[in-house]
């Protein structure tokens, strides 16, 4: 029996992450996402999945802070080729084994590659890391120059510790296996870059945001959101391969963007995503009864983001941002009890050819 896309196939045993599609649970390393997303600094959570357990100690927040400096000299030369933001991630990714490698200057060093290259494609110059930061506060103040005010800061981390492993996905499913393999952690990680990058993974916030934009105003919910249903156009946000139920990081992340809009003043966008999502499910359930398609992850991040002044194409980048330290606790897991990934492939090609030299002439 074949298995396409290794669906329904177990290939690993771990203690990072549970998801349970069928209940909507989302459980990492012991804790419930919306326990972890909401309470936790995201250099707590590196650590807790690194170590396995809390309390973090000081020595280590400190030492990540002291690992952010990078060259990016070579963002220049992606800026100048137009190179797409995650290409220029997966590049620069790969120089961080000049310095070693070290897991630690991984993470701390993937928001300074994305908000330096953010910078560089306006040209503007890019903003030195400040180790008295935080992880998610220093992110924020790298892309703008203004360190950001607590509100917006719990916005980010929520959504850093929200999206920081989700089982066995496709990126983390190839950072283990290049991890089987023997290699480097950096080859790793940017093998799993790689992955993020297709839009059947990490591509998608974008056009959910702009759905919304597209509407407007509540009113014009149900006429634009049926003409879509009704010519085929899937809707951006809604619908998941594992969740059959509401993606439960979808609650995380809108609590968290209710937060955050309310603390600024403005709630108007906020509002009209929340009765876009109501309509839009309601009528799912009309043209799709039975289906489940329910609001995912990509909804709320694109609110959230959008929320935090992020441009769109710096969505995916910082969910790497997020995602790359379960990345590397999945490649440690891996390490800790090794055995090459090497699934089996069906041979269904032709049989019994033979050789005919072909006089050239």
């Known amino acids: 029996m074949i298995n396409q896309g290794l669906e329904g196939i177990v290939a690993a045993q771990t203690k990072l992450s549970h998801v349970d599609g069928e209940r909507g649970e989302l459980i990492i390393a012991g804790f419930p996402v919306a326990e972890l997303a909401a309470n936790a600094t995201f250099e707590e959570t590196v650590w807790l999945l690194w170590n396995g357990d809390l309390p973090m100690p000081h020595s280590f927040r400190v030492d990540l802070a002291a690992r952010r400096e990078l060259d990016l000299a070579i963002l220049y030369k992606c800026a100048a080729n137009g190179v797409d933001p995650m290409d220029a991630l997966r590049i620069a990714a790969g120089t961080i084994s000049i310095g070693g490698g070290d897991p630690r200057d991984i993470v701390a060093k993937f928001p300074t590659i994305v908000a330096g290259y953010a910078r560089i494609v306006k040209g503007l110059e890019p903003i030195a890391p400040r180790r008295d930061l935080s992880h998610a506060a220093n992110y924020l103040y790298m892309l703008n120059g203004e360190v950001p005010e607590a509100e917006r800061v719990r916005g980010l981390e929520t959504y850093l510790n929200t999206v920081v492993d989700h089982g066995l ?58 003409k879509k249903i009704e010519s085929g156009e899937k809707l951006m946000g809604f619908g998941h391969r594992v969740y059959k139920v509401r993606d439960p990081r979808a609650d995380v992340l809108a609590a968290a963007a209710e937060r955050m809009f309310t603390r600024g003043g403005d709630m108007r ?65 891996q390490r800790a009890n090794n055995r090459i990934i090497r699934p089996q492939s069906e041979y269904v090609g032709p049989r019994g050819r033979t050789w005919e030299t072909v006089a050239v002439g």
């Open 169 to 226: 996905n496709a990126s983390t499913f190839t950072a283990r296996v290049i991890t089987s393999t023997g290699s480097d952690l950096v080859s790793a990680i940017t093998g799993a870059v790689g992955a993020l990058k297709g839009p059947l993974h990490g591509g998608a916030p974008g056009p959910a945001l702009d759905m919304v934009f597209e509407i407007g105003d509540a009113s014009r919910a149900e006429e634009v959101l049926r």
């Open 269 to 333: 966008l906020y509002t009209l995503a929340r009765s876009v999502e109501a309509t839009a499910l309601r009528l799912l359930e009309e043209y799709k009864p039975g289906r489940k398609l329910q609001t995912n992850v990509e909804f709320y991040t694109a609110l959230l983001l959008h929320g935090l002044g992020l441009d769109v194409p710096l969505f995916t980048p910082t969910f790497a941002v997020s995602r790359v330290a379960g990345w590397i606790a999945h490649c440690l897991e």
